[in-house]
């Protein structure tokens, strides 16, 4: 039977061993209440005693280290640089290459469909409608229904050219390659299929106006400005409205590859505060979400002066064509004008069009929407051809689908195109690989496309781990962003929509003429004798990270026939590595494998939620445990596996073969054994104890100082020396963040002052990286401990200390906190940093350029670290975790824990 688990009161305990364990300890004082009674602290150092003995005995530590040190032998191994770029860029390479014949077969076979006209198309279920029953996948890690589906209705009268051997194909593909998710076809006349089935596009614009597809229907990088006649008849019918929708959907067609504006004109032109008032912006979420906003606060009211439009429009081109040229080479421009009514200034239209034209070198298209120009004064004969529509009342439907298919004048390209990596909810970052499809006479007619997941096509450069701090990232030549680096989330753990900086932003310390060699697609390496190395204290928000500086090489080569590259940077001191040696079980031992639900022939209990079955613990493995993780993921685990795995990791004899385990993953499995005799013998004051490998402290949830006590917080502050704040750059919120360093604080004893609140005892315990807080009783005295400080940037905060009178600190979690160098003066974080601030130029946001302003070059690590599962791409359903490939024991008291779905 499981014992009850009522005893448990107290928080998690780390101690550090070998490896990491942690126990659920019965107690484990924190924060204390002194009532009114004196504060005192001499019982501190028996607590920090009888806290440090308490995790020892518990965790076996001790034990566990002299068990390494007896039977671990190691042996040096030399690396070579080179080799290691090539294994990561041919792994990669041939995934890709796989993925590209999977979207060229789609195509063929969608060509061939569509060549037979529209009769005989295979019948296929709504996508929005009557989902059935779903099941979990675990290559898609959420519930899908194992079929294809169709939708039709894009265009009015639109039919199924798809014959049921296209179905079975993209199946097919699903299994083929794990790496490709998402599959799906849409036509320019209205029909959408779709493998599995899944709503996931039910409440979105239609196909034609979804960035996938326009990026195969019209590659070339964009540059658009919307320009909208909001004078005072656009109240009429509606217009507004159907304006608003219309510009909307435009925004929905833009991928981070382009560049756009927004201007709203009546008597005067008017654009989004901020730098993107002025120029484009790079159609990042960020900057997209802040045209949005602008479009729909967009009020009606005066005159239609045409003019100021465009002149305004032509601003915003030339000034971004000014500051990045690069972004205006090989691209389509256009400006889309919506008004509603003849102009307020017909004699200066033209003039105004022929003079922007003339900056632009005649080289941006117009399509205009509305009764527009008088005759005479077509803005189509200067610059090149675009188009002139009239619309009228209620056809908001009309003006969205024009509106919407503006890259219709574009031409699109044979070879698959694959955009900028986005956010799928479940799959982490994907990114889409798209076709176009053409009759028999190259007449394009629709796209196809993949959703590829990054985590399993860039496997080995998202986990690569060599030495102390080696690491690889990825580059996307085409625009120069950065896709995967270490100071960037893993794919899996983007917590937003992402935004990549360009290579220049990150290179560190490369040198400027490598950055032009990688950018070009060629080869080489260098060295660079001062690397900045930044290492996380922990939570880099609160703790921060140091900078260490090593010198290292830089290898680099393109993956083979893709827009991609790989850097490979290897510190001096990683050249060479030390690796342990096998160790064999010295008898017969009995390590379960976790996975027992395809066997469970056991009795099994429940245990805090969990299925356990009695006397013992368990061995767990992460995906990256395996040689194959890839194909780990995407594979069901049966009971002859599980029988393989046990065999090996307790064979005495040798002769069993290795199900596929990375090697080295035994020995840690044989020397843990040893342990578990140890807590089975000290079982009594602890409930679950685990055992694992992490280079950090877990993330725990728990409530910082400066929220919980922002009083303190800023005593703390104003004493200096005790609570030291810092910057370090944040890659991912595309900010500088504040953090914290309480090193070498040693305690602190306040009891002066007539306020009973504020007094307080703080030192650290002995041995470990937490404090005991002692406060009177804070309901008794009617402690007010969250008062929100005034952290405005005209007005330094109490909490600053003179050094840093410049930073506004926000103590009470308020999201308030500004620093002038990188926040505009209201004080919210509207944010607004163009190109210009950045050293490079290369970035063209409205978002921080990431530097950090106070001077140093700390960086913010909150996603290089190894997780323990919770953001993991694993099976749910076999509770299966990605970590590194270390394995962990878990040991519950008279219950061994089996993971399993409920």
């Not at 220049?504 to 697609?521: F, R």
Request: glycine residues 6%; charged residues 20%.
């Amino acid at each position: 039977m499981c014992p009850d688990s009522g005893g448990l009161r107290g928080p998690v305990m780390p101690t550090k061993a070998v490896l990491l364990v942690f126990l659920a300890a019965l107690w484990s004082p924190s924060l204390g209440d002194l009532s009114t009674a004196p504060i005192t602290t001499d019982w501190i150092p028996r607590v920090s005693r009888k806290m440090t003995t308490f995790a020892e005995s518990q965790t076996g530590a001790l034990q566990l280290v002299q068990e390494y040190d007896d039977k671990l032998s190691f042996s040096q191994t030399q690396i070579d640089g080179q080799a290691q770029l090539n294994l990561l860029t041919q792994a990669a390479g041939d995934r890709l290459k796989k993925c590209r014949e999977i979207l060229h077969r789609n195509k063929a076979e969608i060509e061939a469909s569509h060549a037979q006209g529209p009769a005989g198309g295979a019948s296929a279920s709504d996508c929005c409608d009557n989902l059935g029953q779903l099941e979990y996948d675990p290559r898609f890690l959420q519930q899908i229904v194992n079929d294809t589906c169709a939708t039709f209705t894009a265009v009015a009268g639109a039919t199924n050219t798809i014959r049921p051997h296209v179905y079975n194909i993209m199946k097919s593909n699903s299994h083929e390659m794990s790496g490709v998710t998402w599959q799906y076809y849409g036509a320019k006349e209205g029909e959408y299929h779709q493998f599995p089935k899944n709503d996931r596009f039910c409440n979105e614009s239609a196909h034609i106006f979804r960035n996938w597809y326009v990026s195969a229907a019209s590659p070339k990088k964009k540059n658009v400005v919307i320009v909208i006649d909001i004078s005072g008849s656009m109240n009429t019918a509606h217009r507004i409205d159907l304006a608003k929708q219309a510009a909307l959907t435009v925004l929905d067609t833009l991928t981070a590859r382009d560049w756009v504006g927004v201007v709203s004109f009546s008597n005067e032109a008017e654009t989004p505060h901020g730098c993107l008032g002025d120029s484009l912006g790079e159609a990042n979420p960020g900057n997209i979400e802040i045209m949005r906003d602008f479009i729909n606060n967009l009020r009606p009211f005066l005159a239609t002066y045409y003019s100021k439009a465009f002149e305004k429009a032509f601003d915003i081109f030339h000034d971004a064509k000014q500051k990045k040229p690069e972004q205006f080479y090989d691209s389509d421009n256009v400006i889309i004008f919506l008004t509603d009514g003849q102009p307020s200034d017909p004699k200066n239209v033209l003039d105004q069009i022929t003079e922007g034209q003339s900056r632009m070198n005649e080289d941006c298209r117009q399509s205009t929407y509305g009764p527009c120009f008088a005759s005479g004064r077509d803005p189509q004969g200067v610059g090149p051809y675009g188009r002139t529509d009239n619309v009228g009342d209620g056809q908001g439907e009309k003006l969205t689908a024009m509106m919407g298919s503006y890259y219709d004048f574009f031409q699109s390209e044979p070879e698959p195109k694959f955009s900028v990596p986005t956010k799928d909810e479940h799959l982490g970052l994907t990114i889409t690989g798209a076709i176009r499809t053409a009759d028999s006479n190259g007449v394009f007619f629709g796209v196809t496309a993949v959703d590829i997941s990054m985590d399993i096509v860039f496997n080995e450069i998202v986990n690569f781990n060599l030495g102390l701090y080696s690491h690889a990232f990825l580059v996307d030549r085409e625009d120069g962003r950065v896709l995967l680096h270490r100071d960037l989330p893993k794919p899996m753990e983007w917590p937003t929509d992402p935004t990549f900086l360009h290579l220049n932003a990150m290179k560190g310390e490369l040198p400027d003429d490598e950055v032009t060699k990688i950018l070009n697609g060629e080869s080489g390496s260098c060295y660079v004798n001062d690397v900045k190395v930044p290492v996380t204290r922990g939570d880099a928000q609160f703790d921060g990270v140091f900078t260490l500086v090593k010198p290292a090489n830089f290898y680099y080569e393109s993956i083979p026939d893709s827009k991609y590259s790989v850097v490979l940077c290897l510190f001096e001191e990683d050249r060479t590595i030390t690796v342990p040696n096998q160790v064999n079980p010295e008898n017969v031992t009995e390590s379960v494998f976790h996975q027992l639900d395809p066997a469970m022939n056991t009795d099994v209990c429940r245990m805090y939620n969990n299925y356990a079955t009695q006397d013992g613990s368990t061995v767990m493995f992460p995906p990256y445990a395996y040689t194959d993780p890839v194909g780990y993921l995407s594979s069901v685990e049966t009971a002859v596996d599980v029988a393989n795995i046990e065999q090996f990791l307790n064979d005495v004899t040798g002769s069993v073969d290795n199900p596929g385990l990375v090697e080295g993953v035994r020995t840690d499995v044989v020397l843990t054994a040893a342990i578990e005799q140890y807590w089975r013998q000290n079982a009594s004051d602890s409930v679950w104890r685990y055992f694992m490998d992490l280079p950090t402290a877990p993330s725990t949830e728990h409530d910082h100082l400066t929220n919980k006590f922002p009083w303190l917080a800023n005593e703390l502050v104003s004493r200096g020396g005790l609570l030291m704040s810092g910057l370090c750059n944040s890659y991912v919120t595309q900010d500088s963040q504040l953090f914290y360093d309480t090193s070498g604080f040693t305690g602190l004893h306040v009891t002066t002052g007539s306020d009973p609140c504020t007094q307080f005892s703080m030192y650290p315990i002995t041995n470990t990286n937490t404090f005991l807080l002692v406060l009177h009783n804070r309901q008794t005295n009617n402690c007010q401990d969250s008062q929100t400080q005034d952290c405005s940037c005209d007005k330094d905060c109490q909490s600053c200390d003179a050094s840093v009178q410049s930073s506004c600190q926000d103590y009470t979690g308020t999201n308030n906190s500004c620093h002038d160098y990188i926040r505009n003066n209201n004080g919210n974080n509207n944010r607004c940093h163009n190109d210009n601030k950045d050293n490079t130029g290369d970035n063209g946001r409205c978002h921080n350029d990431n530097r950090n302003n106070n001077g140093n070059n700390n960086r913010c690590h909150d996603y290089n670290r190894n997780n323990t599962g919770d953001n993991d791409r694993g099976d749910h359903n076999n509770n299966r975790h990605s970590t590194d490939w270390t394995p962990r024991r878990l040991h519950g008291r008279s219950c061994r824990h089996v993971p399993r779905p409920v």
